[in-house]
């Protein structure tokens, strides 16, 4: 009997499987890939191999039981958080951000989204170890890895209807063209170039093909060299790094500007969630 019932488990899980995803993140990355025929695209066969055992998919689990569990000041879970489609609607949310939101009367990414509702939800606040530790094995990054997989595969396609989600995406192109900093770098210095341009092993995605740049801001991704699941707002304080210039405070306005631009550019394409890069 036992025996029996053993037997039939596996199956069982391998129908939920297959029923519940359309289509994996590596299927996505093949066909952007066979499509488009990019170098960035297929940089990495090791990461490609990798994909199906991603890490990420751990540390979304985590992310889940987080999200439902009663938490913090006023013991809440992060049910009720509305992330633009209403609450507690996650499906297709992540593709949607940056985007205004009435009940703060700003423009706000994921990241600054979900720290609101932790923070008018639960009742944690800016000191709470909660919201001031996002980079590492996270709350932060645990609910986004999560939160951000319910948009696998759907279009990039934030909303551009509030003028000031036009003004946000507008200060983003300002300061993806602004040379600045002792090196006179600008965003565009390396992400512009012709396909297949590197800077030492890696391959730099071009803002201008729109089946690189998806791949190129489909964070959250696991980053194999750093053994951690990373944001976009990481990405954008690596390349300001990397610029040499002044480091930034999460969530803020530079940040926000920044991931809506880029969101804006690869507009229609889909989405990896979650990705594994270098
Ligand atoms: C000095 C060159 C340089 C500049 C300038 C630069 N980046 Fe990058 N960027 C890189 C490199 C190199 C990578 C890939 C990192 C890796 O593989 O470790 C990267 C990665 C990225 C990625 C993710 C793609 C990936 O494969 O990891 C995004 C998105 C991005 N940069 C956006 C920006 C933005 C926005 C700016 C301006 C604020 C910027 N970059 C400025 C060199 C640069």
């Not at 990495?44 to 890490?55: A, L, V, Y």
Request: hydrophobic fraction near 35%.
């Amino acid at each position: 009997m036992i025996k029996k019932a053993l037997c039939a488990l596996p199956l069982a899980l391998a129908l939920v499987s297959t029923t519940s995803t359309a289509k994996a993140p590596e299927d996505i990355l093949d066909e952007l890939a066979a499509k488009s025929k990019s170098p960035y695209l297929t940089q990495s066969p090791q990461n490609r191999m990798m994909m199906p055992d991603n890490p990420a998919y751990d540390i979304a689990a985590e992310g889940e039981q987080l999200f439902k569990q009663k938490r913090g000041p006023k013991n809440a879970s992060l049910e009720q958080c509305d992330f633009g489609k209403g609450p507690g609607v996650l499906k297709g949310a992540y593709v949607e951000l940056p985007r205004y939101f009435s009940d703060t009367g700003k423009v706000m990414d994921f990241e600054s989204r979900l720290v609101y509702c932790m923070k008018t939800l639960q009742g944690y606040t800016d000191n709470d170890p909660q919201i001031r530790q996002r980079h590492g094995n996270t709350d932060i990054m645990k609910l986004t890895t999560y939160i951000a997989m319910q948009s696998n595969g759907m279009p990039w396609n934030p909303p551009m209807n509030h003028p000031l989600e036009k003004a946000m995406r507008d200060a983003g192109e300002e300061l993806f063209y602004r040379r600045a900093g002792p090196m006179d770098f600008n965003c565009a210095t390396c992400h512009t170039n012709p396909s297949g341009t590197r800077i030492r092993a890696s391959v730099l995605p071009n803002i201008k093909i729109p089946e690189e740049w998806t791949k190129a801001i489909s964070w959250p991704a696991y980053r194999v060299g750093h053994e951690a699941v990373r944001s976009s707002q990481h990405r954008v304080l690596e390349c300001l790094w990397q610029m040499r210039y002044p480091n930034l405070k999460p969530d803020s306005d530079v940040n926000i500007a920044l991931i809506s631009f880029w969101t804006d550019r690869a507009r229609g394409q889909p989405a990896i969630l979650p990705d594994m890069k270098r």
